[in-house]
């Protein structure tokens, strides 16, 4: 949590759940583990699922967290 938004969690099917600004969904689902985050059957910008794949070295998790709180940091901060 980044001033009170979800930037980066871990999913229940393994991977990551990761925020990112919604005009960048399309250049980021290219890597082929990550891909738009479905919610009730809906797929949703600006939520991405990184496959357990893409985080398996330090290196690799680090990215992908960066990003989604680099994101966050830039929205309001919540009440």
């Known amino acids: ?18 925020r990112v ?7 980021l689902i290219v ?3 990550a891909s738009r985050f479905v919610m009730r ?3 949703m910008d600006g939520w991405l699922r990184i496959e357990a794949e893409g985080v398996v070295t330090k290196r ?4 992908w967290v960066a990003r989604g709180v680099a994101y ?8």
Do not use: I, N
Not at 1 to 18: I, K, R, W
Not at 21 to 27: G, K, L, V
Not at 60 to 63: A, G, K, S, W
Not at 72 to 79: F, I, S
């Open 1 to 18: 949590m980044v001033a009170g938004h979800l930037a980066v969690g871990a999913s229940g099917q393994g991977g990551l759940l990761l």
């Open 21 to 27: 600004d919604p005009d960048q969904t399309d250049a």
């Open 31 to 33: 890597d082929s583990r």
């Open 41 to 43: 059957g809906r797929e």
């Open 60 to 63: 690799q998790l680090e990215r």
């Open 72 to 79: 966050a940091r830039g929205l309001p901060r919540k009440a």
